[in-house]
């Protein structure tokens, strides 16, 4: 099977001149590769059927694969909270995600790696299913914001309540994402970038896909994972970040008034990065702009996601 790789060129029709971009999406399922069009897992997979499977976000940069220990570690977690047996080993996972963005022949890219309870039947029993399916996707990464890390993101509280712990620990990243995606609706309905969620007792916990950070009197401050945060990978790097200023960085449950206090604020993710927040259910954060100690973060993290992780 031929493999896609990236490439582009200029044409000109009619004294026109017409951009072409050649699809370089890349897609590993259980041992064999695909191209976009050609990829297909089953109708009676439990992951496509109930959302019943695990998935980690990754990004690679200039040929370095960032944080892809904390990821592969984070999605066997993930699996074990659901009793899902992964075939592939930890390393060979690793391995897997390596190869396919070489095969790919991309230095930069998104890779969305999937574990799946695999083919079942209609039934909700995962003893129907006998093996999981490992889907690896790589595609060339394009900034999530576009022009806005420069600008800053307007953000809405969403009255969809995040899933409490003690019915699925929303530490582990499960294919069920009904709950963050009410919240995005939201968002997008009152034309905003990024939702927060709170949780049972009120408290934030974070966005419908993103970890929030705020500075408020000299100190970094993000909601703990026992609110319902999810323990994110650029999360963690902020922890590491801040030792560097050096600030203070702590985990403590927030308020709505103390995120609408703040001095400044931002959200990560692996997709997102870091990305400055300047407006909460219309409040406007600090002087409305991207802050200080916001700009001196997304500038050193820069620096560390090109050597915290794994070279091609």
Same mark, same amino acid.
């Given at each position: 099977?031929?493999?896609?790789?990236?490439?582009?060129?200029?044409s000109?029709?009619?004294?026109?001149?017409?951009?072409?971009? +050649?699809?370089?999406?890349?897609?590993?399922?259980d041992?064999?590769? =695909?191209?976009?069009?050609?990829?297909k897992?089953?109708?009676?997979?439990?992951?496509f059927? =109930?959302?019943?499977?695990?998935? *980690?976000?990754?990004?690679?940069?200039?040929?370095n694969?960032?944080?892809?220990?904390e990821?592969?570690e984070?999605? =066997?977690?993930?699996?074990?909270?659901?009793?899902l047996?992964?075939?592939?080993?930890?390393e060979? +996972?690793?391995?897997?995600?390596?190869?396919t963005?070489r095969?790919?022949?991309?230095?930069?890219?998104?890779?969305?790696?999937?574990?799946s309870?695999g083919?079942g039947?209609?039934?909700l029993?995962?003893?129907?299913?006998p093996?999981?399916?490992?889907v690896?996707?790589?595609?060339?990464?394009?900034? &999530?914001?576009?022009?806005?890390?420069?600008?800053?993101?307007?953000?809405?509280?969403?009255?969809?309540?995040?899933?409490?712990s003690?019915?699925?620990?929303?530490?582990?990243?499960?294919?069920?994402?009904?709950?963050?995606?009410?919240?995005? &609706?939201?968002?997008? +309905?009152?034309?905003?970038?990024?939702?927060? &969620?709170?949780?049972?007792?009120? =408290?934030?916990?974070?966005?419908?896909?993103?970890?929030?950070?705020?500075?408020?009197k000299?100190?970094?401050?993000?909601?703990?994972?026992?609110?319902?945060?999810?323990?994110?990978?650029?999360?963690?790097?902020?922890f590491e970040?801040?030792r560097?200023?050096?600030?203070?960085?702590? *985990?403590?449950?927030?308020?709505?008034?103390?995120?609408?206090?703040?001095?400044?604020?931002f +959200?990560t993710?692996?997709?997102a990065?870091?990305?400055?927040?300047?407006?909460?259910d219309?409040? %406007?954060?600090g002087?409305?702009?991207?802050?200080?100690i %916001?700009?001196?973060?997304?500038?050193?993290?820069?620096?560390?996601?090109e050597?915290?992780?794994?070279?091609?």
């Open positions: 099977m031929a493999i896609l790789l990236p490439w582009r060129y200029w000109k029709n009619n004294n026109s001149k017409l951009w072409l971009k +050649m699809d370089t999406t890349l897609i590993y399922i041992g064999d590769y =695909y191209n976009k069009g050609d990829a897992i089953s109708v009676f997979d439990h992951g059927l =109930y959302g019943d499977g695990v998935f *980690e976000s990754i990004r690679c940069y200039n040929g694969v960032f944080g892809l220990q990821h592969i984070r999605l =066997y977690e993930s699996a074990i909270l659901l009793h047996e992964i075939p592939e080993t930890r060979e +996972m690793a391995n897997l995600v390596c190869a963005i095969k790919a022949g991309l230095n930069d890219a998104y890779v969305r790696l999937v574990v309870r083919i039947d209609l039934g029993d995962p003893r129907k299913c093996r999981p399916t490992t690896i996707i790589v595609q060339q990464a394009d900034p &999530m914001y576009g022009d806005l890390y420069d600008k800053g993101i307007r953000v809405v509280t969403s009255g969809i309540r995040r899933i409490s003690d019915a699925i620990d929303v530490r582990a990243k499960t294919l069920n994402y009904l709950n963050n995606i009410l919240a995005k &609706m939201q968002a997008n +309905m009152a034309n905003c970038q990024e939702a927060l &969620m709170l949780n049972h007792l009120g =408290y934030v916990c974070e966005g419908t896909g993103d970890n929030l950070f705020i500075l408020k000299g100190e970094l401050v993000t909601p703990p994972a026992e609110s319902g945060a999810l323990q994110g990978i650029t999360r963690q790097s902020i970040l801040s560097k200023i050096p600030i203070v960085c702590a *985990e403590r449950n927030l308020t709505l008034i103390d995120v609408y206090t703040c001095d400044e604020a +959200m993710g692996t997709l990065e870091i990305i400055p927040v300047v407006e909460i219309g409040r %406007t954060i002087n409305g702009e991207p802050g200080l %916001t700009r001196r973060l997304m500038a050193e993290f820069v620096e560390i996601r050597r915290h992780g794994i070279r091609l």
